[in-house]
Protein backbone atom coordinates (compact mmCIF):
# COMPACT_ATOMS: atom_id res chain seq x y z
CA UNK A 1 0.00 0.00 0.00
CA UNK A 2 1.05 3.39 -1.15
CA UNK A 3 0.84 6.72 0.94
CA UNK A 4 -0.21 10.12 0.42
CA UNK A 5 1.06 12.14 3.65
CA UNK A 6 -0.26 15.63 4.13
CA UNK A 7 1.06 17.52 6.85
CA UNK A 8 -1.12 20.63 8.51
CA UNK A 9 -3.45 21.97 9.68
CA UNK A 10 -7.54 20.97 10.09
CA UNK A 11 -9.94 23.22 11.75
CA UNK A 12 -13.75 24.01 12.67
CA UNK A 13 -15.55 25.70 9.57
CA UNK A 14 -18.60 27.77 9.64
CA UNK A 15 -19.97 27.88 6.15
CA UNK A 16 -22.61 29.73 4.16
CA UNK A 17 -25.87 27.90 3.71
CA UNK A 18 -28.86 28.68 1.35
CA UNK A 19 -30.56 29.96 4.64
CA UNK A 20 -29.60 33.71 5.23
CA UNK A 21 -27.97 33.65 8.76
CA UNK A 22 -27.82 29.63 9.17
CA UNK A 23 -24.29 28.95 9.18
CA UNK A 24 -22.96 25.15 8.74
CA UNK A 25 -20.76 23.56 10.61
CA UNK A 26 -17.83 21.75 8.95
CA UNK A 27 -14.38 20.85 9.37
CA UNK A 28 -11.35 22.06 6.66
CA UNK A 29 -8.03 23.47 6.32
CA UNK A 30 -6.07 23.59 3.28
CA UNK A 31 -3.99 20.56 3.35
CA UNK A 32 -6.86 18.65 5.17
CA UNK A 33 -8.76 19.50 2.09
CA UNK A 34 -6.34 18.37 -0.42
CA UNK A 35 -6.53 15.17 1.21
CA UNK A 36 -10.04 14.67 1.08
CA UNK A 37 -10.18 15.13 -2.28
CA UNK A 38 -7.11 12.84 -3.21
CA UNK A 39 -8.97 10.10 -0.99
CA UNK A 40 -11.85 10.53 -3.57
CA UNK A 41 -9.76 9.80 -6.50
CA UNK A 42 -6.57 7.80 -5.51
CA UNK A 43 -5.93 4.06 -6.87
CA UNK A 44 -6.68 1.45 -4.11
CA UNK A 45 -3.56 0.75 -3.43
CA UNK A 46 -2.60 4.13 -1.98
CA UNK A 47 -4.37 5.45 1.50
CA UNK A 48 -4.02 8.75 2.87
CA UNK A 49 -2.45 10.05 5.68
CA UNK A 50 -2.93 13.31 7.81
CA UNK A 51 -0.25 14.97 10.55
CA UNK A 52 -2.24 17.49 12.49
CA UNK A 53 -1.93 18.26 15.86
CA UNK A 54 -5.08 18.23 17.67
CA UNK A 55 -6.20 18.89 20.97
CA UNK A 56 -7.46 16.28 23.53
CA UNK A 57 -11.20 17.80 24.22
CA UNK A 58 -14.48 16.66 22.30
CA UNK A 59 -13.96 18.73 19.31
CA UNK A 60 -10.80 17.08 18.72
CA UNK A 61 -12.18 14.20 18.71
CA UNK A 62 -14.70 14.47 16.29
CA UNK A 63 -12.58 15.54 13.93
CA UNK A 64 -10.74 12.22 14.37
CA UNK A 65 -13.41 10.38 13.74
CA UNK A 66 -14.95 12.52 10.69
CA UNK A 67 -11.43 11.48 9.07
CA UNK A 68 -11.98 7.83 10.17
CA UNK A 69 -15.39 8.12 7.69
CA UNK A 70 -13.77 10.06 4.88
CA UNK A 71 -10.62 6.92 4.74
CA UNK A 72 -8.26 9.54 6.41
CA UNK A 73 -5.79 8.22 8.53
CA UNK A 74 -5.06 10.35 11.41
CA UNK A 75 -2.86 7.67 13.78
CA UNK A 76 0.23 8.55 16.50
CA UNK A 77 -0.24 13.03 15.83
CA UNK A 78 0.15 15.65 18.28
CA UNK A 79 -2.36 15.96 21.00
CA UNK A 80 -2.62 18.75 23.59
CA UNK A 81 -4.01 19.08 27.11
CA UNK A 82 -4.44 22.90 26.74
CA UNK A 83 -5.02 23.38 23.33
CA UNK A 84 -7.92 22.95 20.82
CA UNK A 85 -8.46 23.29 17.17
CA UNK A 86 -8.79 26.52 15.21
CA UNK A 87 -12.45 28.00 13.86
CA UNK A 88 -12.69 29.73 10.40
CA UNK A 89 -15.71 32.01 9.25
CA UNK A 90 -16.35 32.40 4.93
CA UNK A 91 -18.19 35.15 4.43
CA UNK A 92 -19.03 35.43 0.32
CA UNK A 93 -19.51 37.92 -2.16
CA UNK A 94 -20.48 37.12 -5.59
CA UNK A 95 -18.83 34.13 -5.35
CA UNK A 96 -15.75 34.80 -3.67
CA UNK A 97 -14.57 34.10 -0.44
CA UNK A 98 -13.07 35.66 2.38
CA UNK A 99 -12.31 34.67 6.03
CA UNK A 100 -12.46 35.18 9.47
CA UNK A 101 -10.14 33.28 11.99
CA UNK A 102 -9.80 32.35 15.63
CA UNK A 103 -6.56 30.29 15.70
CA UNK A 104 -4.27 31.43 18.61
CA UNK A 105 -4.93 28.79 20.68
CA UNK A 106 -4.62 25.80 17.71
CA UNK A 107 -3.19 22.57 18.74
CA UNK A 108 -1.77 22.47 15.41
CA UNK A 109 1.05 25.10 16.14
CA UNK A 110 2.84 22.89 18.53
CA UNK A 111 2.35 19.78 16.50
CA UNK A 112 6.24 19.90 15.67
CA UNK A 113 7.03 19.64 19.60
CA UNK A 114 7.00 16.09 18.96
CA UNK A 115 8.70 15.45 15.83
CA UNK A 116 9.32 11.77 16.52
CA UNK A 117 5.47 10.95 15.92
CA UNK A 118 6.48 12.31 12.21
CA UNK A 119 9.81 10.77 11.57
CA UNK A 120 8.40 7.58 10.48
CA UNK A 121 5.85 8.68 8.29
CA UNK A 122 7.66 10.35 6.63
CA UNK A 123 10.13 7.59 5.72
CA UNK A 124 7.05 5.15 4.44
CA UNK A 125 5.12 8.44 2.33
CA UNK A 126 5.26 7.93 -1.32
CA UNK A 127 3.61 11.42 -1.57
CA UNK A 128 4.49 14.35 0.95
CA UNK A 129 2.65 17.46 0.91
CA UNK A 130 2.26 20.68 2.87
CA UNK A 131 1.76 24.51 2.40
CA UNK A 132 2.48 27.75 3.36
CA UNK A 133 -0.04 27.54 6.12
CA UNK A 134 1.82 24.39 7.29
CA UNK A 135 4.80 26.37 7.60
CA UNK A 136 3.22 29.80 8.59
CA UNK A 137 1.49 28.39 12.34
CA UNK A 138 4.45 27.03 13.61
CA UNK A 139 7.34 28.85 15.55
CA UNK A 140 10.74 29.27 14.15
CA UNK A 141 12.40 26.44 15.64
CA UNK A 142 9.27 23.89 14.61
CA UNK A 143 9.18 25.57 10.95
CA UNK A 144 12.95 24.74 11.06
CA UNK A 145 12.39 21.00 11.98
CA UNK A 146 9.81 20.03 9.95
CA UNK A 147 11.90 21.74 6.15
CA UNK A 148 14.80 19.52 7.78
CA UNK A 149 12.47 16.36 7.92
CA UNK A 150 11.41 16.37 4.97
CA UNK A 151 14.86 17.03 3.19
CA UNK A 152 16.20 14.49 4.87
CA UNK A 153 13.16 12.10 4.40
CA UNK A 154 13.75 12.61 0.33
CA UNK A 155 14.89 9.41 -2.07
CA UNK A 156 14.26 9.03 -5.35
CA UNK A 157 11.01 7.41 -4.97
CA UNK A 158 9.66 9.99 -2.73
CA UNK A 159 7.56 13.30 -4.26
CA UNK A 160 7.21 16.19 -2.45
CA UNK A 161 4.16 18.86 -3.39
CA UNK A 162 4.35 22.14 -2.06
CA UNK A 163 1.47 24.46 -2.36
CA UNK A 164 2.30 28.18 -1.26
CA UNK A 165 -0.76 29.49 -0.51
CA UNK A 166 0.26 32.64 1.27
CA UNK A 167 -1.51 34.12 3.99
CA UNK A 168 0.83 37.22 5.38
CA UNK A 169 -0.99 38.02 8.51
CA UNK A 170 0.28 34.42 9.45
CA UNK A 171 3.63 35.18 9.39
CA UNK A 172 6.34 37.01 11.62
CA UNK A 173 7.14 39.10 9.02
CA UNK A 174 7.56 39.57 5.57
CA UNK A 175 11.12 38.55 5.23
CA UNK A 176 10.51 35.54 6.81
CA UNK A 177 7.81 34.35 4.95
CA UNK A 178 9.93 35.11 1.47
CA UNK A 179 12.71 33.14 2.89
CA UNK A 180 10.69 30.15 4.43
CA UNK A 181 8.59 29.96 1.31
CA UNK A 182 11.75 29.42 -0.71
CA UNK A 183 13.41 26.93 1.15
CA UNK A 184 10.05 24.83 1.05
CA UNK A 185 10.20 25.65 -2.82
CA UNK A 186 13.58 24.33 -3.22
CA UNK A 187 13.13 20.91 -1.68
CA UNK A 188 9.90 20.76 -3.78
CA UNK A 189 9.61 18.04 -6.70
CA UNK A 190 5.99 20.10 -7.65
CA UNK A 191 5.27 23.29 -6.66
CA UNK A 192 1.49 24.29 -6.81
CA UNK A 193 1.52 28.41 -6.61
CA UNK A 194 -1.43 30.71 -7.32
CA UNK A 195 -0.46 33.64 -8.95
CA UNK A 196 -2.75 35.99 -7.11
CA UNK A 197 -0.62 35.01 -3.76
CA UNK A 198 2.84 35.03 -5.30
CA UNK A 199 2.03 38.76 -6.96
CA UNK A 200 1.12 39.80 -3.53
CA UNK A 201 4.22 37.85 -1.55
CA UNK A 202 6.72 38.51 -4.22
CA UNK A 203 5.62 40.74 -7.22
CA UNK A 204 5.65 38.72 -9.86
CA UNK A 205 3.91 39.88 -12.81
CA UNK A 206 2.96 36.87 -14.44
CA UNK A 207 3.10 32.80 -13.96
CA UNK A 208 6.38 33.11 -16.35
CA UNK A 209 7.84 35.03 -13.17
CA UNK A 210 6.67 32.55 -10.66
CA UNK A 211 7.75 29.91 -12.48
CA UNK A 212 11.41 31.01 -13.18
CA UNK A 213 11.59 32.12 -9.66
CA UNK A 214 11.22 28.88 -8.35
CA UNK A 215 12.75 27.03 -10.77
CA UNK A 216 15.32 28.89 -10.07
CA UNK A 217 15.20 28.23 -6.28
CA UNK A 218 15.82 24.29 -7.40
CA UNK A 219 12.20 23.03 -7.62
CA UNK A 220 11.60 20.43 -9.73
CA UNK A 221 7.77 21.14 -11.20
CA UNK A 222 5.83 24.15 -11.06
CA UNK A 223 2.27 24.34 -11.71
CA UNK A 224 1.04 28.23 -11.33
CA UNK A 225 -2.98 28.77 -10.75
CA UNK A 226 -4.45 31.20 -12.25
CA UNK A 227 -8.02 31.21 -11.67
CA UNK A 228 -10.52 30.82 -14.18
CA UNK A 229 -7.16 31.41 -16.64
CA UNK A 230 -5.16 29.49 -18.26
CA UNK A 231 -2.70 27.19 -15.73
CA UNK A 232 0.86 27.41 -16.91
CA UNK A 233 2.68 24.01 -15.86
CA UNK A 234 6.45 24.01 -16.31
CA UNK A 235 9.74 22.52 -15.70
CA UNK A 236 13.52 23.38 -16.71
CA UNK A 237 12.95 21.82 -20.61
CA UNK A 238 9.30 22.67 -21.44
CA UNK A 239 5.90 24.19 -20.57
CA UNK A 240 2.50 24.02 -21.00
CA UNK A 241 -0.54 26.54 -20.92
CA UNK A 242 -3.67 25.07 -20.21
CA UNK A 243 -7.19 26.50 -19.97
CA UNK A 244 -9.79 25.50 -18.06
CA UNK A 245 -13.69 25.12 -18.90
CA UNK A 246 -15.47 27.98 -18.07
CA UNK A 247 -17.87 28.14 -14.60
CA UNK A 248 -21.12 29.58 -15.27
CA UNK A 249 -22.13 30.02 -11.76
CA UNK A 250 -19.33 30.55 -8.79
CA UNK A 251 -21.42 29.98 -5.48
CA UNK A 252 -18.01 29.97 -3.41
CA UNK A 253 -14.41 29.41 -4.61
CA UNK A 254 -13.44 28.24 -1.04
CA UNK A 255 -10.72 25.38 -1.41
CA UNK A 256 -10.62 25.24 -5.34
CA UNK A 257 -7.27 25.31 -5.31
CA UNK A 258 -7.08 22.97 -2.70
CA UNK A 259 -9.21 20.60 -4.68
CA UNK A 260 -7.15 21.01 -7.53
CA UNK A 261 -4.02 19.61 -5.58
CA UNK A 262 -5.88 16.82 -4.26
CA UNK A 263 -7.25 15.90 -7.75
CA UNK A 264 -3.61 16.47 -9.38
CA UNK A 265 -1.90 14.11 -7.09
CA UNK A 266 -4.38 11.58 -7.59
CA UNK A 267 -4.28 11.07 -11.27
CA UNK A 268 -0.11 11.54 -11.24
CA UNK A 269 -0.79 8.17 -8.55
CA UNK A 270 -2.96 7.06 -11.38
CA UNK A 271 -0.28 6.84 -13.82
CA UNK A 272 -2.00 10.32 -15.44
CA UNK A 273 0.46 12.24 -18.07
CA UNK A 274 1.04 15.75 -16.09
CA UNK A 275 -0.95 17.53 -18.83
CA UNK A 276 -3.73 14.98 -18.38
CA UNK A 277 -3.80 15.61 -14.62
CA UNK A 278 -3.85 19.23 -14.62
CA UNK A 279 -6.87 19.31 -17.18
CA UNK A 280 -8.78 16.35 -14.35
CA UNK A 281 -7.58 18.65 -11.79
CA UNK A 282 -9.28 21.91 -13.02
CA UNK A 283 -12.48 19.82 -13.69
CA UNK A 284 -12.57 18.86 -9.75
CA UNK A 285 -11.59 22.73 -8.76
CA UNK A 286 -14.79 23.96 -11.30
CA UNK A 287 -17.41 21.77 -9.61
CA UNK A 288 -16.18 22.52 -6.20
CA UNK A 289 -16.79 26.47 -6.64
CA UNK A 290 -20.21 25.71 -7.71
CA UNK A 291 -21.46 24.31 -4.07
CA UNK A 292 -20.72 26.11 -0.55
CA UNK A 293 -17.88 24.99 1.96
CA UNK A 294 -14.84 23.34 1.12
CA UNK A 295 -15.95 19.48 1.38
CA UNK A 296 -18.29 18.37 -1.98
CA UNK A 297 -19.79 14.69 -1.40
CA UNK A 298 -18.50 12.25 -4.29
CA UNK A 299 -21.56 12.11 -5.92
CA UNK A 300 -21.30 15.40 -7.57
CA UNK A 301 -17.87 14.68 -9.25
CA UNK A 302 -17.55 12.08 -12.47
CA UNK A 303 -16.95 8.67 -11.65
CA UNK A 304 -13.49 8.23 -13.37
CA UNK A 305 -12.01 11.65 -13.05
CA UNK A 306 -8.72 10.46 -12.11
CA UNK A 307 -8.92 6.48 -13.26
Not at 158 to 166: A, E, G, H, L, Y
Request: glycine share 6%; proline share 5%.
Amino acid sequence: MKTCLGIGEVMVELAATKTPDILQRGFAGDVFNSLYYAQLFLPDDWKVSFHPGLGLDQISDEIIAFMGRQNISCETIPRSKNRTVGLYMIQLSEGERSFSYWRDQSAARVMMDAPDMLAEKLAKAEYIYLSGISLAILPPQGRKTLLQMITAAKTSDKTVFFDSNIRPKLWENADIMRASIAEAGSIADIVLPSLDDETVAFGDKSAADVVARYLSWGAGHVIVKNGAAPTLSADASQQHLLSPEPVEHIIDSTAAGDAFNGALMACLAAGKPMNEAIRNAQICSAIVVTQNGALIPQDYFPEKLCS
